[in-house]
């Protein structure tokens, strides 16, 4: 039996569905990313089915562990810039939820609505001339749809599997003042004092208000936020930041906080994002 590749029509299609698991995910799990780097992380996707499609002949070792190991992997890491082994294992993990999740609906769609027959009709129609406009403009839609249908309660279920404890409770202390609040340990924070190179944590205006009226110095740390926003923060040097999380405490000795005006959770959830690095004893 002799079978025809399109490989044009595996890189794409696998591409954009790479695209639409990882958008989803990354909604999910509230990564800092861009468009730019979830394409790439797409792309890896893409060029390893096209691999799979054209060398059928790997040893099912090389073929499983490339798949669910190695790509998934470099997919996580572009997609998401992430550098700690825990955070590349989650993402990983939460790739193939999104995907298990996706390929059940999309399942339940073609056997059980109009929509799904005649999707596969287009599909069979464009064999070798290639998939149709109307086919693509279908998959576009229908992965749209999906991203932002279902995302809601892939959120709960990707949580719920990582067990992710991200919120934390934080001792602020400068001079005689002491503030105690709930923190976020935000793995999306790169920002660092550009001399120094001291990561910079980022608290609201209102609780360092109530911390520090009065300080004695100020620190300027530029900022670039995801797309193409920067700007400058003011922030300020304090004694010293207890963090507990999950039971465990660490301290941080004259930590320094960036001061922002913007909210940073809608719901007032926490008021201070932690930026989790190796200081703390």
């Known amino acids: 039996m002799v079978y025809t590749v399109y490989i044009d029509v595996v890189f794409a299609v696998n591409t954009i569905m790479d ?11 509230s990564y800092r990313t861009t468009k730019r780097r979830l394409l790439a992380g797409a792309v890896i ?8 499609s054209v060398m059928p002949g790997l040893p099912p070792a090389v073929e499983v562990l490339g798949t669910y190991v190695a790509v998934s992997s470099l997919m996580a890491v572009a997609a998401y810039h992430l550098k700690s082994v825990r ?9 193939y939820l999104v995907s ?6 999309m399942l339940m769609l073609y056997e059980h609505t109009k ?4 999707a596969w009709r287009i599909l069979q129609a464009g064999q070798g001339s290639g998939i149709p406009v109307l086919a693509w403009i279908f998959m576009m839609t229908g992965a749209v ?5 279902f995302s809601g309660g892939i959120r709960g279920l990707i949580r719920s599997m990582a067990h992710r404890k991200d919120l934390c409770r934080v001792i602020l202390k400068y001079g005689e003042r002491e503030e105690e609040v709930t923190g976020l340990i935000d793995t999306g924070n790169r920002l660092r004092e550009p001399v120094s190179g001291q990561p910079v944590h980022v608290a609201a205006d209102g609780l360092m208000r109530r911390l520090c009226p009065a300080v004695k110095g100020v620190v300027y740390v530029p900022y670039q936020s995801v797309g193409t926003s920067h700007g400058i923060l003011p922030a300020v040097y304090i004694d010293r930041m ?28 926490y008021q201070i994002l932690i930026q989790k690095t190796d ?3």
């Not at 695209?19 to 799990?29: F, G, Q, Y």
């Not at 996707?45 to 799979?52: E, L, Y």
């Not at 955070?87 to 790739?95: L, P, R, T, W, Y």
Request: glycine content about 14%.
């Open 279 to 281: 200081e703390g004893t």
């Open 87 to 95: 955070e590349i294992v989650k993402s990983v993990a939460g790739i």
């Open 100 to 105: 298990v999740v996706l390929g059940g609906a």
């Open 115 to 118: 929509a799904g027959y005649y």
């Open 19 to 29: 695209v639409m698991v990882l958008a989803i995910l990354n909604r999910v799990l």
């Open 145 to 149: 749809l999906a991203c932002y249908g």
């Open 242 to 269: 207890e963090v507990e999380q999950e039971g465990r405490t660490y301290c941080v000795e004259k930590p320094l906080v960036a001061i922002t005006k913007q909210s940073l959770s809608p719901s007032g959830e």
């Open 45 to 52: 996707g893409g060029i390893w089915s096209c691999v799979v």
